[in-house]
């Protein structure tokens, strides 16, 4: 295996003609011959550059509306040839085969192709065969030839040729290589995924081909004893935290990213309401309201639970004014989340360095569909997203009173909320601000009690006569297996409990609903999130 290859012949084609022109002008200061097709030929040409056609260097003609140029012996022999080895040598001599010393290919566009909504026809054509096969070749061979499938490896291919007088050396021959067979499976992986999602209409296809790029190293994953990453997926994928961009602040953490997902993801629900605030510590919400104003929406859900919210994400539902910054700037605060932020509030989140300020654009669609994997020991779980939504119109009362219509408005409210709320959770709300969260409970009284406590204690922190909990609506994201836990809400002074419903004990729950003058309502859907 030799280190130093020369370049005396290089095969160039390519659908992003990004950097084309000096890479071209970089080959051409080292005397390399270019060989070339199509319309990457034309654009050598219009730079001032000398160049082979493939069907002159084959002695083939391109046919089949270009289906079928450089799959031939002349082109993959003078790439695969082994140029150590005799009997490779005397076979090229025999067929007149010459070397290609350097492949540089990227692939027919076929994402772009899909996400701009093309009929069939066209994708079906932009599902490159040529490429992928000179490019698989080439990162075979990589001993004697040097493959290019990423515009921005230009720049290092042209450094070493200057600095090796036209040569190549083994250790970016690898590095290429390993690069053009993760480009390849990631293209074979986008066309699998789209034959069997978008073509076929399979939710679960036989064979899951899951493609992405490496976004960033983090510093650690949950604890520091643990290394983490950042990938983002290779084809079209809804925006996110992934893609926001990040103003201020130093890197995110694992942590940070997880919990600022979670909030995006609450706050999403609420994109076309009044401006909304959403408080979220350790992937749970621990404050979420409503209100005329943003500034008026933060002060509402950090009352919720000011203890849980110091050192928290925060999420909303609209661009961030200077007003509502100061406010979030008096607490210490992790990570914001927004739309977008005024001149205003970027000057003062200057001053808090360590603050992340995360600009989304557009918040993602909550009713979105997709799949969301986990990794088991020996495998992966996948299941659809829980995009379920209820309406009013959806709601069954079960009980002998009626809630009122702003019972029904704070236990829509809440029942959102519970749908990001680890089980078993249980959300108390009243005038569109949580009154108490308990979540994460091994059963569902525990998690009532919970949420009664940090009412109680939200009532003493801020000088209120009696805790928001009375005559509230309480959200429970799965039946009351018993009437324990709806006993205790009724306690802790809601006047109205929305549920699944479902369970054996259905009757005997809503006895005591009545038996409580609660209203009750069931969704007939569950919301676990583990």
């Known amino acids: 295996m030799t280190d130093l290859v020369p370049v005396r012949r290089a095969l160039l084609s390519v659908s992003d003609k990004a950097g084309l022109a000096d890479l071209a002008a970089a080959l051409g200061r080292h005397g390399v011959e270019l060989v070339s097709t199509g319309g990457t030929a034309k654009a050598l040409r219009d730079a001032g550059h000398a160049v082979l056609d493939v069907a002159d260097l084959t002695g083939f003609p391109e046919m089949m509306d270009g289906r079928v140029k450089t799959l031939h012996p002349t082109v993959h022999g003078g790439i695969l040839a082994v140029r150590d080895d005799a009997a490779h040598v005397a076979a090229m001599d025999a ?14 566009p076929f994402a772009a192709t899909v996400a701009k909504g093309a009929p069939r026809e066209e994708i079906i054509e932009n599902i490159d065969i040529g490429g992928p096969a000179m490019v698989r070749s080439a990162a075979k061979n990589h001993a ?24 190549t050396t083994l250790a970016l021959r690898k590095r290429l290589a390993a690069t053009a067979f993760a480009h390849t499976a990631t293209y074979d992986g986008m066309i699998a995924q789209w034959f069997a999602f978008a073509d076929q209409g399979k939710l679960f296809p036989d064979t899951l081909p899951l493609t992405a790029t490496l976004s960033a190293e983090l510093r650690y994953g949950e604890n520091p004893h643990q290394q983490a990453a950042l990938y983002l997926p290779a084809g079209p994928a809804a925006r996110g935290i992934a893609q926001a961009e990040q ?20 706050v999403a629900e609420f994109r076309e309401a009044d401006p909304t605030c959403v408080i979220v510590k350790h992937a749970n919400p621990c404050g ?25 994400i925060v999420a909303l539902n609209r661009p961030l004014d200077g007003a509502t910054a100061e406010a979030i700037a008096s607490i210490f605060t992790e990570v914001v989340v927004a739309p977008d932020a005024d001149a205003d509030a970027r000057a003062i989140f200057a001053k808090k360095k360590n603050l992340r300020l995360l600009l989304t654009g557009e918040l993602p669609d909550p009713a979105r569909g997709g799949l969301m994997m986990k990794t088991i020991a020996g495998g992966w ?12 119109d959806d709601l069954k009362v079960v009980t002998t009173r009626t ?22 959770a249980i ?25 009664a406590v940090r009412a109680r204690e939200a009532a003493e922190a ?69």
């Open 144 to 167: 004697f030839v040097g493959i290019v499938t990423e515009p921005q490896d230009y720049a290092a291919l042209i450094e070493e040729l200057d600095a090796n007088d036209g040569a």
């Open 462 to 530: 801020n000088g209120w006569s009696e805790p928001r909990t009375v005559g509230s609506a309480v959200a429970s994201d799965a039946f009351f297996p018993f009437a324990d836990g709806l006993i205790s809400a009724a306690e802790a002074g809601a006047t109205c409990v929305i549920q699944p419903g479902g369970s054996i004990r259905d009757d005997e729950v809503i006895a005591a609903a009545n038996e409580a003058g609660l209203a009750m309502l069931f969704t007939g859907m569950r919301h676990f999130r583990h």
């Open 247 to 266: 103003v201020q602040g130093k890197a995110l953490s694992y942590n940070n990213i997880n919990d600022a997902d979670a909030a995006l993801d609450l």
């Open 403 to 424: 809630p009122s219509d702003a019972e029904f408005a704070d236990a829509l409210f809440a029942w959102t909320i519970a749908k990001h709320v680890k089980s078993n």
């Open 95 to 108: 067929h007149s085969i010459g070397g290609i010393d350097l492949v540089v290919v990227n692939l027919y």
């Open 288 to 312: 979420v309201a409503t209100a005329a104003t943003l500034t008026a929406a933060w002060d509402a859900a950090l009352a919720c639970d000011s203890v849980s919210a110091f050192g928290g």
């Open 381 to 392: 779980l996948a299941q659809t997203r829980d995009n379920g939504r209820i309406t009013k």
């Open 427 to 451: 959300v108390y709300a009243k005038g569109g601000a949580t009154a108490g969260i308990g979540a994460g409970q091994m059963n569902r009284r525990d998690s009532s009690r919970i949420a």
